[in-house]
Structure formats: structure tokens, C-alpha cells
């Protein structure tokens, strides 16, 4: 039996490794690009930093990039490091897997006559990133965001939001920031340079997404999915069930439409949008590859923040379509 469970862990990890790995790629060379094309990153910090606007811009840009939740990550850091406005940079990272091209056509492709669906999932998805950033606002970034992170995210931010000893450089005593000299053209490094950047952080993402499966294949094999869809008829324990499920079975939000669609008859409306909701949000294998970016309070705001929100419009479309 356990041999049996080993097994099918086994094909698993594999399966989740081999579905999510080419986004990671797309999200590391596409994050390697904007250095390249656009070294500095001065138009990130050009995006508003309105406690609306932000959010819903980054959202926005989700639909010119064919990357899933795994893939977002590192450009949703190449945003943040490069002094984008925080609530764009979250608005991006939570919404931009569900508003992704791909993504919107599988959803189409799964369940071409429950139009409800096609236009509820990426509105939920956005107010769910909106609440988020506007959450995730609140704590402030020395308490949110990972050190690292925020160190190199400081060096891209102007003198005048963020002073020289924060920034870790300089000389104290040095003139206003109105006194200094405009800021030099920024340099595009080298494509060797690039590529071996690039090619160390996805070796390192990676490394993260493996963990990461290797623990939603084994939560997978040892928790029977038939148990949290026994309550499926259910108004509230079938949102509940399906948003546990959605963080144990960790699949990509590219093709989690179509696993949807192999249940979606025993469940409740607010439960299968809940399912394609929470998903790309946060799982267990995103968990790892979320550390990059946020301390632990940041990921226990955002695990229960999503949820919270998730619970709400699953509950709202159930008394809808019910």
C-alpha cells in the first residue's frame, strides 16, 4: 500500500515538475529581457502608485505575458527590485496567471457553455489581487518584503522617497537630493553577464519548485481527493473543500480549467470558481517561490487574505446561481 502511494507521489512530482518548469523558464527569460531591453527599469517606476490604479495596471500587464503562477514570480520580483510601485508589482503577481492569454483560452476551451465562468474568473481574479495589494500595503514593506529584496529594491528608488543611509550607500552629510546631479544613464550589461544571471536564478527557482512539488505529491497521495469532494453539494463546505483541494493539488493555472471540468458537475458554482480562483493565488508548491519575495508574515496575510476573499465570492456566486 504505502509502496503503492510511493508510486503514485512519484508520478506526480513528475507530472507537476514537468507542467510548471517551461512557465518558470518563460518568467526567468522573459524577467532577463527587461533588463536587457530596458536597463534601469526606469518605466517601472513610472507605473502609478495609486492604491487603485496600481494593482489594476499591474493586473493589466498580465495579458501580454503567456506565464503561469510559477513564471510570474520572477517577473513579479524584476518589478519589485527595479522600485516598481508595490500594490503594481502585487497586482501583477496575484492576477496575472488567471489574465494571461493562455490561461483565459483554456478556461474557454474547458467551459464553452457557462459563459458565467469565462467573464467571473478573471474579475474575481483581479479583485482578488486589488484586496490583496491593498492588504499587503498596510504591513509596509521593511515588514513585508524579503531583505534582499528590499536592499536592491531601495538602490532603484529616488533619493527623495528613500534617503542615503537607507539605501545602504553614500556618504552621510551629502547635499539635498534637489543638489545632485541627474541620474546617469543606466548601463545594459552584458549578454554574457545576463545569461548567467539568468541562468543561475532559474537553477535556483527551480531547486524551489521541486521542493515545492515534491510536497504537493505527497499531500496528494496520502489525502484521498474523493474526501474533500464528498461534500461537493454542500453551499459552503463544498467552497471550503475545493479551496483546500486547490492548494493541495498545486496544478498549473494553464491547465487547472480542465481538471475543473472532471468535477465540475459535483460541486456547487461558487466552489468550482473558488477551485480556479485560490489556485493561482497560492499552493504548496508556490510556497517556496513566494518565500523569495515576502517574509513569513507576508505569505500567512496572503494564504488567509486570498482565502478570505475566495470564500466571499464563492459564497456570492452561490447565492447567485443556486
Known sequence: MILTRLATAWALFQGL????????????????????FAPGG?????????????????????????ACECGNVPVARRMLSGGAPLGAGLGFLFAAPVLNPIVIASTWAAFPDQPWL????PLGAVVVAVGL????????????????????????????????????SGLVG??????????????????????????????????????????AALVQSFVPRSWLLAVGGAPTLSILALMLLALVVSVCSSVDAFLALSFAAQVTPGALLAFLLLGPVIDLKLVSLLGLLFRPRGLVLTTAGAALMVLLIGQWVNLWRL
Open 42 to 66: 526606469r518605466w517601472l517606476r513610472r507605473l502609478p502608485s495609486h492604491p487603485l490604479l496600481g494593482p489594476l495596471t499591474g493586473a493589466a500587464l498580465g495579458f501580454a505575458l503567456p
Open 174 to 215: 551629502a547635499p539635498p537630493p534637489s543638489a545632485l546631479s541627474p541620474e546617469a544613464a543606466p548601463v545594459r550589461p552584458p549578454l554574457a553577464e545576463l545569461m548567467k544571471h539568468a541562468s543561475q536564478e532559474f537553477l535556483y527557482l527551480a531547486l524551489l519548485l521541486v521542493m515545492g512539488s515534491v510536497i
Open 133 to 168: 495589494a491593498l492588504l499587503l500595503g498596510l504591513v509596509g514593506e521593511p515588514q513585508l518584503l524579503q531583505a534582499d529584496l528590499l536592499a536592491e529594491r531601495r538602490l532603484h528608488q529616488p533619493l527623495a522617497a528613500v534617503g542615503l543611509l537607507e539605501r545602504s
Open 17 to 36: 515538475l514537468i507542467e510548471a518548469l517551461p512557465f518558470l523558464l518563460i518568467g526567468v527569460l522573459i524577467s532577463a529581457g527587461a533588463r536587457w
Open 118 to 121: 469565462l467573464l467571473a474568473r
